[in-house]
């Protein structure tokens, strides 16, 4: 950028560039309000941002930047993780690309444009659980256009939703946790064993125990900070979905499993060791990822005797409140565990209670034992 100070032009600095906003509250409108979006001073755009200051590069279309203003809203009043942003933008941008081959926009678009939108998608053989999350991210960003004046109606409100059976979440039996645990910790104590194998097998052993005992999401499993293994509490704080905090359980295994993992870090990369992470990255600097958590679960599933297809970091989380649950915990106490802001998303566990009432009565009741067809 010319007339700039060289060391200005090799290390950007940033400037603010205030942008309006409104906000609708039924029929009254607001004050404005100003946001401030961070710009490079060479003419670039801050990754993730949507300002614009020319120089010489192409405009974002209009559509892409009404995406971004509703991204932006997201982000800063509900507190969406990256990967909800992600997921947002993804739909919105299959949506906006169909609307430009009709020839049309967010700010144009009717019913009949969503609906044929959610057609097309249906024609492609796109699930009922995809579509509705399609539809769930067109709605709310109709709804963000409407309530930020951009157009007077929001014409997702007429459009329903496919109709789809919610399946029961996959999940694991006590014993096969205990395998898992048992596999991932197998050569742990070989002394002959290289160390950094060694560390490997209590890092995954330490991520299994704590996935099962806890409930967490594996988002906030990989980010817990290393303070979580000094912890002497049997619970830990946790900042989940739209940064959240509750507090998660710890159980005394998984305790042991922290303190052993650390130890062995402590020996073996006392550089990474650090960080401010409980599960750093192997190399680069930052946490663990969750796909490297995947791939390793899935490896000692395989090994373990279990089917890869059945596990997961999401199943231990179900096994977590379905044991909870068959052992007699309350469903709003595993409603809390698991961070769920809304009572009907747990009730994906309703089939355990089911099956355990059967069990109350067929022990508990006098003729339970009775045989059907007296």
């Not at 930020?148 to 789809?164: F, K, Q, V, Y």
């Not at 806890?214 to 739209?242: D, F, H, Q, Y």
Request: proline residues 6%; aromatic residues 4%; positive net charge.
């Amino acid at each position: 950028m010319a007339g700039l100070d060289p060391a200005i032009q090799a290390e950007p600095e940033i400037a603010l560039s205030p942008i309006k906003r409104n906000e609708r509250q039924d029929a009254d409108a607001q004050p404005r309000q100003f946001r401030f979006r961070r710009l490079r001073l060479d003419g670039r755009v801050k990754p993730g941002h949507d300002g614009w200051m020319g120089g010489g590069m192409k405009a974002p279309s209009p559509a892409a930047g009404l995406i971004q203003s509703f991204l932006d809203a997201m982000a800063a009043e509900r507190g969406a993780s990256r990967n909800t942003i992600d997921a947002y933008r993804r739909d919105l941008d299959d949506y906006t690309a169909f609307l430009a081959k009709r020839k049309r926009d967010p700010l144009a678009a009717g019913g009949a444009d969503i609906s044929a939108f959610l057609a097309a998608r249906t024609a492609a053989g796109l699930a009922p659980a995809s579509l509705a999350r399609k539809l769930s991210s067109v709605r709310q960003f109709h709804k963000h256009l409407y309530v930020e004046r951009r157009r007077d109606d929001d014409p997702s409100l007429t459009i329903e939703g496919p109709r789809r059976g919610r399946p029961l979440p996959k999940t694991l039996s006590v014993a096969e946790v205990a395998k898992l645990i048992e596999t991932a910790r197998e050569g742990l104590d070989a002394p002959e064993r290289p160390q950094r194998e060694r560390l490997a097998a209590a890092r995954l052993a330490c991520l299994i125990e704590l996935a099962y005992a806890s409930g967490l999401r594996v988002s906030e499993l990989v980010a817990l900070p290393k303070s979580a293994a000094r912890t002497k509490e049997s619970l830990i704080a946790v900042r989940g979905k739209g940064n959240k905090e509750r507090l998660a359980p710890i159980s005394g295994p998984a305790k042991a499993a922290m303190r052993r993992y650390r130890e062995l870090l402590d020996e073996v990369s006392p550089g990474i060791a650090t960080g401010p992470w409980l599960f750093p990255a192997d190399s680069d600097s930052g946490h663990l990822t969750r796909q490297a958590f995947a791939r390793d679960l899935k490896a000692v599933a395989a090994a373990a005797g279990i089917g890869a297809g059945r596990v997961s970091p999401h199943v231990l989380r179900h096994a977590f409140a379905s044991h909870l649950l068959q052992n007699g915990a309350d469903l709003r106490v595993v409603q809390d565990l698991l961070g769920h802001s809304d009572i009907s998303t747990t009730q994906i566990y309703t089939h355990v209670l089911d099956e355990r009432a059967k069990a109350m009565v067929r022990d508990l009741h006098p003729l339970g034992d009775a045989d059907d067809d007296r």
